[in-house]
């Protein structure tokens, strides 16, 4: 699905990632953790095609297509979605409104048709009724006056609408309470297939008691230094990122 | 400059896609202006003679005056002897249909998106096209006569309504009121005239199309509405114009009456010409807009949504005389490339228990100037008035300017006046976020900047709305903060 070889990455004349690699299959949740400072969220952002970031170095494809080539907004339709660590508010924008533009620009990308109003709700619905959130959400203006667990979730139910192939998640967990959590948790849960693969980007394990992975990766000055199953998580947990250190 | 910021010029840089000139045989004055021209066009249109005096009266008048400096525009000095006062598509008679229109004329029309026939027939809005200076077709108008509704020609009115005319033309907007309105009481040559009579609801949208054709020719349009007692009307106002190299001059006076009881909604959708993306060309829009809430509980809505002309000055206007009475302001106004606007509102409280309430909403792109200027005046015997005003401004890109001149008036200690003012900016989080979620930059501009104007394009009516949104998409196509 992804295939990250090598990945050099510099904010002006800063290194940031020092050579990355990854390879996450269909079907697969893989986990990066590090401290702060260490490249994730540079990681997510490169993904996905933020400005500001220049690649010196590797290749990034999904699916067999190289990522770099993409402009954002195509990298989307393509099936690549990024949950926001700080999703933005845009006021007088109605969810509903952008949750329909979403899936039509996907659609439209696909070579499918367009879908209107009347399906687009009965759809949302359906989707909006899964996550367990209030059909309220809809029609609100995006983001806007949300706590920091509806903004989270809101994410989700984007995710939900686009079905995207390679989610990333960057920092899902942060700023949430418990119960938001296992909300925001049993939503991304609900949605993971043999065909649909996760890159979670977390601080702490504790998403990933909820989220369990498949593969977990430490990510530590901008290179991955050691990688393992869920259990390197609990370890890492329990001696912290000054173990790595030690590790190496 | 970021690849980002030139991206979004060169989606700005979209061409008007209303700049095409109709061939027709037009009737036109030489340039000049003096009393035997304004003589000349009063018999053009068969005027009756107190009109000629009325003319002549503001003529003097204006001779006297100087073009206000005040406004936060730039632009040369007009010389207003080089404008041509008339100009009429040549017809040898009066029209009795639409059949007998000029075929050319009526592909204009098309092309600007409004069939009259179709309209006739299926969308229930009635037309008064205004073409340069002649009002060509008024549909629907025996419809309306049923219900005594008049609908017509402002030209027509004078001839046929002189009684109505005599008394209450000027009576909002004097003939001294201001530099272009003198201007456009000399030698205005047509507009819409309406008239609901008491208890009636106007059972259909009116609307006019003006459309600035010749070149060289300054379109003076002067509509009143009259709204007696306890009636309603809606009133669509689009607007369009060529493309042309020199400034075009359209100096415009809209007088709104409103009597007991009665209310009046007057949408506007304007997108002359702004010139092209160097400032070269486009419309002078200096139009003096007013009503007055004579009666008790009595009403006026204006909403606006502006994305033309090169400079804009422009202040639709309530005079809250009576009792209760209400005035509203919703405003959009969009400048990009070179364009300016200075536009706003001006409430006057005169009356007990007046409200009012200010809703604007400015986004500049490209190097243009938006400013917003707006004066909310209580008087002393308006106990109890009460206003709001929210004043919002978007920025795109960093090379255009957002201004906010507020000035608050008010002599009365139990008036209640509120200004809230906002300045933002689209930031590149907002643009990658849609970008994230499958929009190019394009459509992401327009989402936020519709997102933006919500407040006042739900006070539109439903096919404006519609137009608007998609007006806006076109002159701001994607910009980046």
Redesign the interface.
Known sequence: MLSIKDLQVKIGDKSILKGISLDIKPGEVHAIMGPNGSGKSTLSHVL????GYTITGGSIEIEGQDLEEM???I???EGL??A?Q???E????SNI??LK??LN??RK?QGLTEVDALDFLALVKEKIKLLGMDEKFLYR??NQGFSGGEKKRNEIL?MAV?EPKMCIMDETDSGLDIDALQIVAAGVNSLRSEKRSFLMITHYQRLLDYIVPDVVHVLADGRIVKTGGPELALELEQKGYGWIGQVE | M???TKEIEQLIGKEYDKGFVTNLEADTFLPGLNEEVIAALSAKKNEPPFMLEWRLKAYRHWLTMTPPEWAFVNFKPIDYQQISYYSAPKQSEKLKSLDEVDPELLDTYKKLGIPLEEQERLSGVAVDAVFDSVSVATTFKGKLKEVGVIFCPISEAIQEYPELVKQYLGSVVPQEDNFYAALNSAVFTDGSFVYIPKGVRCPMELSTYFRINAANTGQFERTLIIADESSHVSYLEGCTAPMRDENQLHAAVVELVILDNAQIKYSTVQNWYPGDKDGKGGIYNFVTKRADCRGVNSKVSWTQVETGSAITWKYPSCVLTGDNSVGEFYSVALTNNYQQADTGTKMIHVGKNTRSTIISKGISAGKAQNSYRGLVKVLKSAENARNYTQCDSLLVGDQCGAHTFPYIEVKQPSANVEHEATTSKI????L??????????E?AVS??V??????VFKELPMEFAVEAQALLGISLEGSVG
């Open positions: 996905a095609g933020k400005e402009a954002p907004e990298r989307a339709r979605f990024l926001f700080y999703p933005v845009i006021p007088g924008v409104y952008l533009a979403a620009a996907v990308h203006s995006v984007q686009m | 970021t690849s980002s930031s590149e989080d907002q990658f976020f849609c970008q994230q979620r499958g929009l190019s930059p459509d989402l936020i519709n997102g933006f104007c919500k407040e």
